[in-house]
């Protein structure tokens, strides 16, 4: 039943203009709410407004998201003043925050979906969707023993910061972790250790997969497709005889399922553990949440699977603790809610993945990051001595991984896979492609001056009353322990914290000063060549950061010895000391790993590329060093093909023409012995591409490298315009530069608005998580994105008809890691751009233009403003024949009416014709260059 007294509202666009007001009154019975609808009409907003105020009079409203429906009053010429019933309305979106700290993701319509709920069914649908949930959620607390909803959202009405007293009266319970949900993956603990390897049997796998087995019985509009079953068998195959196989697997293969499942029955069969590893958190949550349990369901076979991270991932229920008194003591009100807010997380959550509510916090609270990061669970904190123990949730997540049969992780974690894990048989590495970007960074090197700062932040503090900080203080003060050592000792470790504190800032000045002197040589990045490294402000900032790396070695030796000094006189003080010995010890740890740290990064490996990296604004200030491996592709087949029995490497992008050489070299796999390099698979997709997709390429348009910056986005505008106006939105805008989808956004915004077309564009309008969902959402969108949408935009359903790249996707020769790799290149006699640079921007091409074919039935286009791919005597040909399906190649006239008429655009009327479009989108595109834009 719904809260007496509470009034679900939604607002949303009315068929025929202005906007509906969807009003939802629950039922006293429990059935369903009875839905009152009000027309609010642009032109006379009032009278319609005002009658849904009527109905609101003396009840508490509770909005979906507070912020759609500030964008949606916006587009009506309400006064503020008179919509006083929402003026203290109360938001489902924080209400389920409260409620459910725990759950990953607070979209509206993800609450819904939750709930059991209506969503996108129209404004009175929805607003009976949020009665729905209100009704769940009251239970869910209800269950809880603690307030109920009414009371709740009375106090959200309330004027000011609700959050901090509702979040105090939330957390009143001791803070304990709870069992998790039903698991269907749930399967007998088991050691998973055996020596001899049973292959998965054939005709199992023809069974599962075939028109009369279980994944056709229980997954609806399930088909059998040859390149799914050949999957599988070769995924078995490696998997049973120990090789290394490379599979490109194209759209529509259904490649999950074809490693998931032969992984599965060869981790159960042989008792041994195998990883799926993945570039992207959606396709983790795919697998794990989605694929896995329908496998589960299909195979009728009990086994255990886990998603692991690393171990900062996870909250520290010690920390916690220490972070609770902390803010305590501090006085911060706000500081106080964050905490408060992390108890109740800490009691919901059944992993304690702080990935899951750290966004929403950081949001909410300026601040509270800091406090986020003090209740991370840090390396050095052992189950054995933590007061905590295996009650702690890294520890919970490590006993469940080394009883698993399959471990989902990121590929971070799986190239550096920890030792609290155990020891897979094999690695599934799907989304291949990125393998080697995320091996650069795990295999490099980073220390910034927050990193090294962080080592003391715990121990001494920088400044007065800040109760994160202290703890050489807090020993020397504690009850039981105060002896004459003690003393000595924690006054030498503030003396010792207190020189590496101004070694820090001597360091950062001492960065500062070589940037100042190398102007010329970039915006981003400061390569330690020869040239840099015969100056002398590269010697003495070498010699600054040799310095700060001893004072790091000489500030964990003091701490040692403090631990030696620190003992428990009575039995009561034992709690304490080893509370600080577990402090100490992580504090020693992180000390020696920035040390080491520094020392790679100055040094002279010629295997590596180290580089200091530019500050820019209020960062200017900053220090930050990096240093990478330049053949990656030894690091990986050191450390994870030689020493795993078996990995299968996947994705849908992995060949350059019709070759694999290119993926083979730099990951690696070109090193092994014969006997366990299988051969290289590649599984074309089930979609007739040269039905479902075409390229355009327009000529006579700006060439990307034209010294007028204009130029080329008046062309990125013209062609956007063109198309979502054609379209009605479902375009997505891929580019190179942040900075040039920035100013296209402004141009756009404008004349897209004006034709009733919503622009998303990652910063003005959410982070990319937000941005993503309201496109899959809104039926006249258009979505502008840079280096992370080339592969992680997944829309299907035609929600992209059309993807517009800017250019080719070449990285930049100064970026340092990509400049290092060709200028090796080059010295081995090769062709860098040939060998490295082309190769890796047609597989990001190739992922960009993926974005529009996701799935049956979907058919678009791709458009590609760059004229090299038609011209360019040395390279075109290799793009063009890599490219999946046709392309048009001509005048920019002919080529956009082509495009027009392959997106199916109606041009029976002389203003619709390709011509007038054009024109009209030309002219918008060049009025809106000439405008100076804002900043």
């Not at 992680?792 to 990509?818: T, Y």
Request: aromatic share 6%; net charge neutral.
């Amino acid at each position: 039943m719904s809260a007496p007294g509470i009034a679900a509202v939604a607002i949303g666009a009315a068929p025929a203009g202005g906007l509906e007001v969807a009003v939802a009154f629950g039922a006293a019975d429990g059935g369903a709410p009875r839905v009152e609808l009000f027309r609010v009409d642009e032109d006379d907003p009032a009278e319609g407004w005002l009658a849904a105020e009527r109905r609101l009079f003396g009840r508490r409203v509770l909005l979906d998201d507070a912020r759609e429906a500030e964008r949606w009053l916006a587009r009506a010429p309400l006064d503020r003043a008179s919509l006083p019933a929402l003026s203290s309305a109360a938001d489902l979106v924080l209400l389920a925050h409260l409620v459910h700290p725990e759950w990953e993701g607070h979209e509206s319509d993800r609450i819904l979906e939750r709930c059991d709920a209506a969503v996108g069914a129209g404004v009175a649908a929805r607003a009976a969707g949020i009665d729905t949930a209100l009704r769940r959620l009251r239970a869910d607390l209800a269950a809880e023993g603690e307030e109920a909803i009414d009371e709740l959202v009375h106090d959200l009405e309330t004027a000011g910061r609700p959050e901090l007293d509702l979040l105090r009266g939330l957390e009143a319970r001791p803070v304990a972790p709870v069992p998790g949900e039903a698991d269907p993956l749930r399967g007998p603990a088991r050691e998973l250790e055996s020596d001899d390897v049973a292959p998965v049997d054939d005709g199992a796998l023809l069974r599962f997969f075939g028109p009369e087995g279980p994944l056709a019985a229980r997954v609806p509009g399930y088909v059998v497709r040859e390149a799914q079953v050949g999957m599988a068998r070769a995924v078995a195959a490696a998997l049973a005889h120990g090789s290394v196989q490379v599979v490109e697997a194209g759209t529509g293969v259904g490649k999950s399922f074809a490693y998931l499942v032969p992984a599965v029955l060869h981790a159960v069969r042989n008792q041994r553990p195998v990883v799926v590893a993945t570039r992207t958190k959606n396709l983790q949550a795919q697998l794990f949440d989605r694929d896995l349990p329908r496998i589960a369901r299909a195979l009728d076979l009990p086994f255990r699977a886990t998603l692991v991270k690393g171990r900062g991932d996870y909250l520290c229920l010690r920390r916690l603790a220490q972070a609770r008194g902390a803010a305590e003591r501090s006085g911060d009100e706000a500081a106080r809610a964050v905490v408060a807010y992390l108890r109740r997380f800490a009691r919901r959550a059944p992993d304690g993945d702080l990935e899951r509510v750290s966004g929403w916090i950081r949001g909410r609270f300026p601040g509270a990051s800091a406090w986020v990061d003090a209740v991370r669970c840090e390396h050095g904190a052992s189950g054995r001595r933590c007061p905590f123990g295996r009650r702690c949730f890294y520890p919970r997540v490590a006993a469940r991984a080394r009883t698993s049969h399959l471990l989902i992780a990121n590929h971070a974690l799986a190239l550096k896979w920890p030792r609290a894990f155990p020891t897979p048989d094999a690695f599934v590495f799907d989304e291949a492609h990125d393998l080697v970007d995320t091996a650069t960074e795990a295999f490099g090197v980073r220390v910034t001056d927050a990193t090294l700062r962080a080592c003391t932040e715990g121990l001494a503090p920088r400044r007065r009353g800040d109760g994160l900080r202290g703890l050489l203080r807090r020993i020397e003060r504690r009850g039981g322990i105060v002896l004459e050592r003690v003393f000595v000792a924690a006054e030498e470790a503030l003396a010792t914290a207190s020189r590496w504190e101004r070694g820090v800032e001597e360091l950062a000045a001492a960065a500062a000063r070589l940037r100042a002197g190398r102007t010329e040589d970039g915006d981003r990045a400061l390569v330690f060549d020869e040239r840099v490294r015969d100056g002398r402000p590269f010697l003495e900032l070498a010699d600054r950061a040799a310095r700060t790396a001893a004072d790091a070695r000489r500030l964990a030796a003091a701490l040692e010895r403090l631990q030696g000094d620190v003992e428990p006189t009575p039995e009561s003080a034992r709690a304490a000391v080893e509370e600080f010995d577990l402090e100490l010890s992580t504090a020693r740890e992180r000390l020696t790993e920035e040390a080491t740290g520094l020392d790679l990064a100055f040094g002279d490996d010629e295997g590596t590329v180290n580089w200091l990296v530019r500050g820019e604004g209020r960062f200017a200030a900053r220090f930050e060093v990096r240093t990478a491996p330049i053949d990656v592709g030894e690091a990986i087949a050191r450390f994870v093909l030689e020493p795993t029995r078996a990995v299968v490497l996947t994705s849908a992008t992995l060949r350059v023409g019709e070759r694999f050489d290119f993926f083979a070299r730099h990951l690696g796999v070109d090193r092994l012995e014969e006997a366990r390099d299988a051969e290289p698979l590649f599984l074309g997709s089930p979609y007739d591409y040269r039905e479902a997709l075409r390229f355009f390429v327009p000529l006579g348009g700006p060439h990307p490298l034209l010294e007028d910056p204009d130029a080329a986005v008046r062309s990125i505008v013209r062609a956007a315009l063109l198309v979502a106006r054609g379209l009605g939105g479902k375009t997505l805008v891929l580019f190179n530069a942040r900075s040039r989808m920035t100013r296209v956004a402004e141009l756009l915004r404008a004349p897209l608005a004006a034709d009733g077309i919503r622009l998303l564009c990652p910063g003005p309008d959410g982070g990319i998580a937000r941005v993503l969902e309201r496109f899959r959402r809104e039926d006249r969108a258009v979505l502008l994105g840079a280096r992370a949408f080339w592969e992680g935009v997944d829309a299907p359903g035609g929600r992209v008809r059309c993807a517009i790249l800017e250019r080719i996707p070449f990285e930049s020769p100064a970026e340092p890691v990509h400049g290092a790799r060709t200028r090796r290149l080059a010295e081995e006699g090769e062709n860098g751009f040939l060998a490295y640079s082309l190769p890796r921007a047609i597989v990001r091409l190739l992922q960009g233009a993926g974005r529009v074919v996701r799935g049956e039935g979907d058919r678009g286009a791709v458009l590609i403003l760059d004229p090299r791919v038609a011209t360019h005597p040395r390279y075109g040909g290799i793009v063009r024949a890599s490219l999946p399906a046709g392309c048009e190649i001509g005048p920019e006239e002919r080529v956009f009416a082509a495009l027009l008429e392959r997106l199916g655009v109606p041009t029976d009327a002389p203003e619709e014709t390709p011509a007038a479009r054009l024109a009209r989108a030309s002219g918008d595109a060049a009025s809106g260059v000439d405008q100076p834009l804002d900043g």
